[in-house]
């Protein structure tokens, strides 16, 4: 009869140091959200939600937000739409495409922010100096770091669903290409194309160095934000703090869509075997 392992205190006394070590700044944070003062006492004086009535009504910190939302959505959709159809082609055409593609997707994973944004200022004031300083050039960095997340999220999902068998099935069957695209290889990627989209979504929207170097406070992300109210003399931390939270959550809420998403996919491809 075969031996259950036992479950030993201490796995569960690690869990529990770790679950406190995560989890402690952040409660920390929250309570700082909505304190009317917290100063020597182990817990806030009182709490309030006048703080976060404050970000609501402020107009730079509502700006801040919606801007690198949509930064972050533009972003996520350009970086899908221009690496799903090269991936696409390397699966079922031209193989020796997927080394190009490897080294594309590791340069800005073995490069320092630094030195890209650095790459940038020096490629566009040699070649295109109209661009320096715009949402364009952010906007194009954005796309190269987010593109390595896209990429292994879109060629792992298009490895699991066999694409290259689906695409030759299809065509025996008399699908053209873009039937073939929309109605058979899509839905069959669609976990990896929602883990796609929420990992570059996160990167652009998470990202403070190249935002700083390329573009500086003419556009201002919440990065940004959290940065240049952390350096000033006057900053309001109890908002600072609110910021911190909505980051917090909405980091929280992208990371759990894509271990559901990964879950779900996994799920599904033992029920078909």
């Known amino acids: 009869m075969a031996v259950k392992p036992k479950t030993g205190w201490s796995s569960l006394a690690l869990l529990v140091i770790v679950a406190v070590y995560i989890l402690l700044p952040m409660l920390a944070t929250l309570l700082y959200s909505i304190a009317t003062s917290w100063t020597t006492n182990p817990l806030p004086e009182g709490y309030t939600a006048a703080h976060w009535n404050e970000a609501a009504r402020n107009d730079r910190f509502m700006a801040v937000l919606s801007r690198s939302m949509l930064l972050g959505i533009a972003v996520a959709a350009a970086t ?31 490069l320092p922010i630094l030195v890209i944004a650095l790459g940038l200022l020096q490629f566009s004031g040699d070649y295109l100096p109209a661009i320096q300083g715009s949402i364009g050039l952010l906007f194009a960095a954005h796309i190269a770091i987010a593109f390595p997340f896209v990429y292994w999220s879109l060629d792992n999902s298009m490895a ?26 899509l839905p069959n990627i669609t976990p990896g194309i929602a ?24 556009f201002e992300t919440v990065q940004l934000y959290l940065l240049n109210m952390l350096k000033g003399a006057d900053a309001n931390y109890n908002l600072l703090a609110v910021m911190t939270v909505i980051n917090f959550v909405v980091t929280l809420i992208l990371s759990t869509i894509v271990i559901w998403l990964n879950g779900n996919a996994m799920t599904g491809g033992e029920i078909e075997k």
């Open 80 to 110: 899908v739409a221009l690496a799903l159809p090269a991936i696409y082609w390397q699966r079922i055409r031209t193989p020796q495409l997927r080394l190009v593609l490897q080294v594309l997707a590791a340069v800005p994973l073995t």
């Open 195 to 218: 883990t796609a989209l929420i990992m570059a979504f996160g990167t652009s929207f998470n990202e403070v160095a190249l935002a700083q170097m390329l573009i500086g406070t003419r």
């Open 160 to 185: 699991a669903a066999r694409v290259d068998l689906l695409s030759e099935a299809a065509r025996t069957c008399g699908a053209g290409p873009v039937a073939v695209m929309s109605d058979v290889i």
